[in-house]
């Protein structure tokens, strides 16, 4: 009997998302000696990361909320399976993607190898969700761009990518993947948008729109802003045919002072 030195198992999820992140060059030479199984890939890679990051946003959202404003259970709970669907949706595309593109940058076409790729390299992302536990923490999430870098080294040992084609081949890819996570996150927010109780009130302004506001915001600190005269100025504005608005008017609407001692000396436009 013959053994393959090369047929290694993959590591548990953990040390395989420790490893990626503090060591990726080290783990993606590991990664590119396994075998592809796609379904478990993703069933016991990029389903639970995809679950974790859903699970603290629906916490961040529907139980501690933002500004006061929370999504209801049913209607958080249905915007988190549609996360992890969507995420799921991403990584696939970024394989394929991948792949498609390998043989303009003289890389091998490898679809399992392209599904480890994008599973592996999108660790960063996932594992950044967890910051939206707490709204005031979401900001924080941008941690996930990490997941450019994961992908920038993977490439040439995951798609045998020549040196010189390297930056041409991820530049393109992202920008491919770029152009179809706007359309995937239109679809996910209009399906979001048909969800009772899920997307916070809005305003519309225009003569189709609702009664026009009135009212004014007393800010913290001191001041005031005219909600009735916001939104005659954006309806002036979106009534175009070169109609100016006198600078003087907007700035009549800034607070004259702000939380922590900060006072309106002067404005100029």
Not at 167 to 195: D, E, K
Not at 221 to 227: C, L, N, P, S
């Amino acid at each position: 009997m013959t053994i393959d030195p090369t047929n290694t198992a993959a590591p548990n999820i953990v040390e395989r998302a420790k490893n990626i992140l503090l060591q990726p060059q080290k783990e993606w030479d590991q990664i590119a000696t396994e075998p592809a199984d796609v379904n478990q890939i993703y069933v016991g890679y990029v389903l639970p990361l995809a679950a974790l990051s859903a699970i603290c946003s629906f916490i961040g959202m529907s139980l501690i909320g933002v500004m006061g404003f929370k999504i209801g259970l049913a209607p958080g709970l249905i915007g988190a399976v549609i996360q992890v669907v969507m995420a799921l949706v991403g990584v696939f595309t970024l394989a394929f993607v991948t792949n498609m593109l390998a043989p303009n940058f003289g890389s091998q076409q490898d679809i399992g190898q392209a599904h480890k790729l994008a599973a592996y390299s999108s660790t960063a992302g996932f594992l950044a969700g967890v910051f939206t536990i707490l709204p005031a923490l979401a900001i924080l999430a941008i941690v996930g761009l990490y997941s450019f870098v994961l992908l920038f080294i993977g490439l040439p040992r995951m798609m045998k990518t020549p040196q010189d084609k390297r930056v041409g081949y991820f530049v393109t890819i992202i920008i491919v993947c770029i152009v179809v996570a706007i359309v995937l996150s239109v679809v996910m927010g209009a399906v979001r948008g048909m969800i009772p109780g899920y997307a916070p009130p809005t305003y519309t302004f225009g003569q189709n729109g609702p009664s026009p506001a009135e009212g004014h915001v007393t800010l913290p600190g001191g001041g005031a802003v005219d909600i009735g005269e916001l939104q005659r100025q954006a309806e002036a504005l979106q009534g175009g045919g070169g109609t100016t608005i006198d600078p003087a008017l907007v700035q009549a609407q800034l607070p004259q002072s702000l939380p922590g001692g900060f006072a309106l000396t002067s404005s100029s436009s």
